[in-house]
């Protein structure tokens, strides 16, 4: 690779499925060496997880997989076994940072914990990412994104104000992993200052992630409102509160924000002559009968396409967007012009348009500069070049299944 932010790192992956892997992809998004670690056979679970194209399974075709496994090299290997657990300590010698997503109880019967393997390397940043953290009541609880989102009250669905039956507001999380991405994002930012640390004098350090609390603190602001106000609020509290959300208009919707914006938001109307009232007027007021608002403005939006409202929102400064689904951000001008996407060819799968990194680096830009891997494909890389394992060795230890 060329030189990027972090060409100089190198990074040990013994993780799958989202949120280890996307650490992963966004160290090596700013050219970290990034090699992953996937069990002989099998593989990363992620690659039996679609969406596939045609809808026909495919292990080497994953969509999932293939986002998440971008710019990294990828072994085989059983560290279950006596050998494989030999060259996995190799691997942890080489490494600056290991990323982990087993069990507590599972690395601890492995001989894999932090306190083992900071013997091999002094330096090293060893991330561990659990359901619970490595401590506490729940520290052997099993978790996935779901119950992620649960625990760390990302997804609730207690009655909103007014409603009678509970269940009419049932729980409801954000789709597509997004606790497990957002325990990645969490775990590559934690990472980042391990490294910062070390740079600056100290020693490697063990980071204990728990993916219950990165949920947890993206949810910091429902949880202000609890420990300051005593109020448990609902999903429409925010909105009913303070305003501006979802309006339907004539083909779709639009989110417009109103708080702040309010003189400019009926400008943008028109003036109407209900927006001189003093219910409405009065901001000291306004909150109480945003119920009211809401429904006014709705009569306005349904009367416009999401595309003239938006570019009246554009014209008058009122933060709006339309509200777009996937096909729609795919074909996004602003993305396109930023060069988001970006298209990239797989032996296997071919070439498909990805996501690129969300942030642009003046002096050292991340890319994508390579497909995620096969399954093992990098095993003669990895073993003979670069541990200088025989060929012969290699062939042994495929056919024990170490590999």
Known sequence: MSQRALSDLKVLEFSDFVSGPYCGKLLSNMGAQ????????????????????????????????????????????????????????????WADVLIEDHAVKEMKELGLTYAALKKINPSLVMLSITPFGQTGPYKNYKGNDLIASHAGTEAFGNPDEGVKEPAAMPPLKVPNHAADFMSGLTAAACTLGALVGRKNGGSGQHIDLSKQEAVASITRQQLAYYSVMEENPSREWGRKKFGGFLYPCKDGYVVIWIGPHYPLVVKMMGDPEWSKEPMFADPLQRNSYIVELNQLITVWT???????????????????????????????????????????????????????????LSATPGVIERPAPLLGEHNDMVYCGMLHYTREQLVRMRQGGII
């Open 34 to 93: 990034v090699i992953k670690v996937e069990k002989p056979g099998q593989g990363d679970k992620a690659r039996s997880w679609g969406p596939f194209p045609q809808n026909l399974p495919h292990p080497e075709k994953s969509g999932l997989f293939l986002f998440l496994n971008t710019n990294k090299s990828g072994v085989t290997l059983n560290a279950a076994t006596a050998a494989g657990l030999k060259i996995f300590k190799e691997l942890v010698k």
């Open 302 to 360: 349904m009367e416009h396409t999401a595309a003239e409202i938006n570019a009246l929102a554009l014209e008058h400064g009122v933060p709006c967007s339309l509200v777009r689904n996937v096909k729609d951000l795919a074909g996004d001008e602003q993305l396109a012009f930023r060069d988001f996407w970006q298209e990239v060819d797989h032996a296997a799968a071919g070439k498909i348009k990805y996501p690129g990194p969300p942030f642009k």
